[in-house]
């Protein structure tokens, strides 16, 4: 077994995908299962797709070509908005894509009429959050210049981002006004637009609570179905499994060392002064990952007796003196052993590029 290691229990995702897909059904709302947390990995959106997910969503079309290269059977969304210099590669490799900017639109539209394609469009519009969309002011606007395309982007609907870039939530209100939008967009443009798409995890619990409308038809998600959390809402969702992403690392050294340092301190590697507190000589294992691999702020030892001291880039220190205790004396850590985590949503995201760390699905 080679370490540092990203697992992934299948068995889990699948259970989480499912109840959330489950969830969703009753609510008439498709899901599309976003891939990004685990940089496209084909093996995710498969387990998607088992699960009746509608479609695999990714903010890099790198992500996507994964998809389209593997195989997997299934819609392809690109969600971040695309930039002009790939629209060549985005009729390709994906069949629909979240968009913002009329000048991008009507380039893809051209090219598409051009290569006698076809690509749906799901227009953004900013509910609150201040990331990418159009503002309401904008619409009439906007649908005038959108009236000109020539075809070859079909226009599908509209969909907007909670929690992204400013923390702001879902609500009764701002989903209306965004059913509001698409109704607005679609009689300025004499179309019909029937998706109206929201996301991520945040959203599940408006659907638990029952306030989603009901044109609301299609969730992006990612973070609840990987790790069981929502980060913006700030709980741990209770039907999810919560441990089906974890991160493993190998022990190096381990050693009784005090718990202050011995001499003048100036600042650590990373330009940081760390406070110490003495708790006199404690049992501290190196562990071979660091913060070149993983972000340590971001990860939680599985074990609650084992402590994060500090990391560096390429180690992270833990303190098992605790952890110890609670073995026999010969029974404690040493080189060779492993120690487990749980990664919150940033962490995953760096393990999964990291070209360090393997990434294995059990
Ligand atoms: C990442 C992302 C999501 C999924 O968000 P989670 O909170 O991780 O579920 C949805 N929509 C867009 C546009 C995203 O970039």
Sequence with gaps: MKYPVMTINEAKIRQNSRTVAGLCRKHGIDVWGVTKGLSGDPRLASLYREAGFKGAADSRLRNLEKLREAGVPMLRQLMRIAMPSELEELIHTADVSLQSELSTIKALDKLCAAKGKNHDVLLMVDMGDLREGFWQTELPRAAEELRGLVGGVRLKGVATNYACASGVLPSRENMENLVRSRDRFA??????????????????????????????????????????????????????????????????????????????????????????????????????????????????????????VTASSDHLIVDVTEADSTRSPDEGYKPGDTISFRPLYPAMLACATSEYVEVRFE
């Excluded at 992006?220 to 741990?236: H, I, N, P, Q, Y």
């Design 187 to 308: 009689e300025m443009l004499g179309v019909e637009l029937p998706v109206v798409s929201v996301g991520g995890t945040c959203c599940l619990k408006s659907i638990e609570d029952g306030f989603v409308p009901g044109d609301v038809n299609q969730l992006r998600l990612c973070e609840g179905v990987l790790l069981g959390t929502d980060t913006a809402g700030g709980r741990e969702i209770p039907y999810l499994e919560h441990d089906a992403v974890t991160i493993t690392a190998e022990i190096v050294e381990c050693r009784h060392k005090p718990s202050v340092p011995v001499g003048e301190t100036g600042f650590q590697a990373f330009g940081e002064k760390p406070v110490f507190i003495n708790r006199g000589m404690r049992k501290r294992a190196l562990l071979a990952i660091g913060r070149q691999d993983v972000n340590m702020d971001r990860i939680t030892p599985i074990r609650r007796d084992v402590h994060i």
